[in-house]
């Protein structure tokens, strides 16, 4: 069973940054593709950004400019950096990753952004 492990959530104010951490406990090597959805209450999981064992990247229109997602191989980490925080985007951010067979996911980590 493939754990991902997430961190770096938390409160933030508008204009504020944060850098949330993927860390599976399988190689990022074993995957095709790993991303981060979000959930906002009372609505869908959306995705926000995707990355390829290739490092092709794409963002979800409301997040690109401000979002980056990258991976370091070396520690195996895949991570979000989040700038110039709104309110619309608190939600609980999942961690995802999938290697054409399976998909797995994080437990989440919250991220809040008071106006």
């Known amino acids: 069973q493939v754990q991902l492990v997430e961190s770096g959530g938390g409160l933030v104010q508008a204009g504020g940054s944060l850098r949330l951490s993927c860390a599976p406990s399988?190689?990022?090597?074993?995957?095709?593709?790993m991303g981060w959805y979000r959930q906002a209450p009372g609505k869908q999981r959306e995705l926000v950004a995707t990355i390829t064992s290739g490092g092709s990247t794409s963002y979800a229109d409301s997040v690109k400019g401000r979002f980056t997602i990258s991976r370091d191989n070396a520690k195996n980490t895949m991570y979000l950096q989040m700038n110039s925080l709104k309110p619309e985007d608190t939600a609980v951010y999942y961690c995802n990753a999938d290697n054409y067979i399976y998909n797995y996911w994080g437990q989440g980590t919250q991220v809040t952004v008071s106006s």
């Open positions: 399988r190689s990022i090597f074993s995957f095709n593709r």
